[in-house]
């Protein structure tokens, strides 16, 4: 008869193990401590320990006659913000990120609302596949083909041609607000495109937060005597909001804090992104470009304080 005999184990191998097995069975805490040190640490040193560095470079100024850093503390880099012309780079990223946000907030609504009440199944399925498609292309490809787009020799153009809307399209143009002499080179076509590519990151929030909407709420509120107007103003906005201010930041500080679709559909004029870049890279002052950095960072911190006072965390 054939004898089996059994492994062999390590009696230290053995200890070692046990000894650290009960370790941890006694002090989870202990367990945990050393799984989230690693990432704590590449988090603190890599991304926090840059942002101090920022933070310390925004505190420095740079010598008009020498072009060097003169590494003294001081506040008048920040003062150098509110030049008029580098506030007007501060105010035309608010502007537009204020208006993006609106203007996705007010697309993603229905499309959201759809989703949450009337998909099922397949057409679920469908939607979540709609809008996830797009983010799963090249940020870049995006962004040039809508250069395409709006050039003068583009699809938008010949589809005003031939409905006879060149006139409206040109006294688009006109507008200085809109500036450019194409939609390619406008604000109107960084907007479009800004709009296009954010989208997504607001309907998803607002479509989960409409999901959580009870449907007895809005037929309660029909049996009352609302019509669709009262019922949308007192029942369905204020459920969803959370939903809509958590896409908006996602929207706002997106747009905000961006560089790419500024400079490539954008005009000549800056923006907060462009400036860090420009002052970074061609001007060599780094004090300047640590200080437009600074406030997307502020402003964001503000914004994200009242988006938690409104519940927009529960809705993320």
Do not use: C
């Not at 006879?164 to 604000?187: D, K, Q, R």
């Not at 509120?221 to 896409?247: C, E, K, M």
């Amino acid at each position: 008869m054939t004898t089996i005999s059994a492994p062999a184990i390590t009696p230290g191998r053995q200890g070692l193990m046990g000894r650290l097995s009960d370790l941890f069975w006694r002090r989870p805490n202990l367990l945990l401590v050393l799984m989230l040190v690693p990432p704590l640490l590449w988090l603190g040193i890599i991304y926090v320990g840059s942002l101090i560095a920022l933070l310390m470079q925004s505190f420095f100024s740079i010598d008009e006659f020498s072009g060097l850093i003169n590494y003294e503390f001081t506040l008048a880099t920040y003062g150098e913000l509110f030049r008029p012309a580098n506030f007007d780079i501060i105010l035309r990223t608010l502007l537009m990120s204020a208006a993006v946000t609106f203007a996705s907030a007010v697309i993603a609504f229905p499309i959201a609302y759809y989703a949450a009440r009337y998909a099922r199944g397949r057409w679920k399925a469908v939607f979540y596949l709609g809008i996830m498609l797009p983010l799963w292309s090249s940020y870049l490809v995006k962004v040039y083909a809508w250069k395409l787009i709006l050039a003068k020799e583009g699809i938008l153009t010949w589809i005003f041609a031939k409905l006879h809307l060149t006139w409206l399209l040109e006294g688009l143009l006109a507008i200085p607000v809109i500036g450019g002499n194409s939609l390619s080179i406008s604000y109107l076509g960084t907007f479009i495109v800004f709009v296009y590519v954010w989208l997504p990151f607001m309907i998803l929030p607002t479509q989960a937060a409409l999901e959580r909407v009870p449907g007895n709420l809005i037929e309660a509120s029909g049996d009352l005597g609302a019509d669709s107007r009262q019922t949308f103003r007192h029942v369905l906005f204020p459920l969803a909001l959370p939903g809509i201010v958590a896409g908006s930041i996602f929207t706002f500080s997106l747009t905000m804090g961006d560089y790419i679709i500024p400079q490539i559909v954008g005009t000549s004029r800056l923006f907060i992104g462009q400036a860090v870049y420009a002052q970074q890279g061609t001007a060599g002052n780094i004090p300047l470009a640590a200080a437009f950095s600074v406030v997307p960072i502020v402003i964001m911190g503000i914004y994200l304080t009242i988006a938690k006072r409104m519940g927009a965390f529960d809705a993320l």
